[in-house]
């Protein structure tokens, strides 16, 4: 197992553009969770699954944002209509119950 | 509401001197509290975690660090730092199956 996987590393996009990222996690975890960092912040909680369902969203995800787990095993988290705001980077996690996450290394998005 | 403080956006130390950071929570039950580094345009790698029981916890790299319900702190400690430690440190509380982070503290490593 090679951990926690997150791609693209980087995007960079138009203001108005639609973007995804995706994430792998460890096979045999049942939680994932993303986490959007700015600079000079720690990591702020954005949502997270247990298996196929999304249970908790905070509410610094917006109607703009929208992530999903299909079938309980990789994840995609979308923005829609970018805005400059969205520049961040965007960490997946994954962990076995309430059990330490482990962390990807992440999609910088760059809104231009 | 839960939150972490981490009171020194920066600290400078000399390669081989002890180093200790800083964290305190706000949190009403007993904590689950957890380090983790960060090298620039990484993930996070942990650190080392707390639960339950032994208030001093041994981590990776050679650190250490005691929980202190008292004072609400969470502190960090190597004894000699290496150049390769240099990296942003975090803090972070576990709420409701979510972690909580403070802002981070950057290590800078004189040679």
């Known amino acids: 197992d090679t951990g926690v996987s997150q791609n693209p590393r980087h995007k960079i996009t138009k203001r108005g553009q639609n973007v995804t990222f995706r994430c792998d996690p460890i096979?045999?975890?049942?939680?994932l969770y993303w986490y959007r960092q700015t600079l000079g912040q720690g990591p702020e909680f954005l949502t997270y699954?247990?298996?196929?369902?999304?249970?908790?969203k905070s509410r610094l995800l917006s109607d703009r944002f929208s992530a999903e787990r299909p079938k309980g095993s990789f994840s995609t988290l979308e923005i829609q209509r970018t805005e400059q705001g969205d520049s961040a980077m965007y960490l997946c996690?994954?962990?076995?119950?309430?059990?330490?996450?482990?962390f990807g290394q992440g999609t910088r998005l760059t809104v231009v | 509401a839960q939150s972490v403080t981490q009171p020194d956006i920066h600290i400078t130390v000399s390669e081989g001197a002890s180093l200790e950071l800083r964290c305190n929570y706000s949190?009403?039950?007993?904590?689950?509290l957890f380090w983790y580094v960060q090298s620039p345009g990484q993930g996070l790698q942990l650190l080392l975690k707390?639960?339950?029981?032994?208030?001093l916890v041994q981590g990776i790299k050679g650190f250490e660090a005691e929980f202190k319900r008292s004072q609400s702190s969470f502190n960090l400690r190597k004894p000699s730092v290496h150049w390769s430690d240099a990296a942003e440190y975090f803090c972070?509380?576990?709420?409701?199956?979510?972690?909580?982070f403070g802002s981070g503290t950057r290590l800078l490593v004189r040679p």
């Open positions: 699954f247990q298996n196929e369902a999304q249970l908790e």
């Open positions: 972070a509380v576990d709420s409701s199956y979510k972690l909580i």
């Open positions: 707390y639960f339950s029981g032994d208030t």
């Open positions: 949190y009403g039950a007993t904590p689950y």
């Open positions: 096979s045999e975890h049942n939680r």
């Open positions: 996690a994954s962990s076995w119950d309430n059990t330490e996450a482990f």
